[in-house]
């Protein structure tokens, strides 16, 4: 059974950058059957897909051109992790982030627990 | 980006109740799509994927179909536990999108 646990702050400051982490247990971040995906949620926004990280002979990461110029997902082999930077953040960031395993599916099949993250001074 | 309509938006239904909730695609996502619950303060689950396949432990009440465009989630005899909000997603595509949720409350 996979479980992914996450971590980090849940108030960041305007124009800092959010950074979350998000621990799994259950399988190894390498496993070239599977890919690892930030998603957030808002009453404004929904349910959004964020980007991320996959190994297939090589590391691969894919972000939504709703924030591809703000966002870095990458994987810690040796933490078997992988975390979220979204930088110059503003209120409307404010979210629930949760991360998710993608199975070959392509779906989300496991998901952290959430982090509620609020952006304000 | 395939946009994701689901319908309603809400509904109020009974114990013992069927239910159907519907999810259209604005392209053909051939059978990706798949189907979570949602309770408050928690992450979504995974009922179905694949249009209708039922994801490990999900109760046999819970069913999927369609092709295409057009998709529904059937609750065959809704139990107190499903009272919730309710995600479609297709995975066709990246990337991946969501419907804006139908809340099933109790009448």
């Known amino acids: 059974q996979v479980e992914l646990h996450q971590s980090g702050p849940g108030l960041v400051k305007p124009s800092q950058t959010l950074s979350l982490t998000c621990a799994i247990s259950?399988?190894?971040?390498?496993?070239?059957?599977?890919?690892w995906s930030w998603i957030r949620q808002s009453p404004s926004r929904g349910l959004e897909w964020l980007g991320r990280t996959y190994y297939r002979s090589k590391w691969y990461t894919d972000y939504a051109e709703s924030v591809k110029s703000r966002i870095n997902i990458n994987p810690d082999t040796s933490k078997n992790q992988f975390s979220l930077q979204l930088t110059s953040v503003t209120p409307e960031d404010s979210a629930v982030y949760f991360c998710a395993r993608s199975p070959v599916a392509g779906d989300f099949d496991f998901w952290g627990q959430g982090t509620l993250v609020t952006v304000s001074s | 980006d395939i946009q994701m309509t689901q319908s309603p938006s809400s509904l109020s239904a009974s114990i013992g109740d069927r239910i159907t909730i519907t999810c259209r695609a604005s392209q053909d996502i051939r059978g990706d799509l798949g189907w979570y619950q949602q309770k408050p303060g928690k992450a979504p689950k995974r009922l179905i994927y694949?249009?209708?396949r039922l994801h490990s432990g999900v109760p046999l009440r819970f069913s999927g179909s369609g092709s295409g465009t057009e998709f529904t989630l059937t609750i065959s005899s809704l139990q107190p536990e499903d009272f919730a909000t309710y995600y479609c997603l297709q995975h066709y595509s990246s990337p991946q999108t969501f419907g804006r949720g139908t809340k099933v409350e109790i009448k």
């Open positions: 694949g249009t209708s």
């Open positions: 259950g399988e190894n971040v390498s496993i070239n059957s599977a890919a």
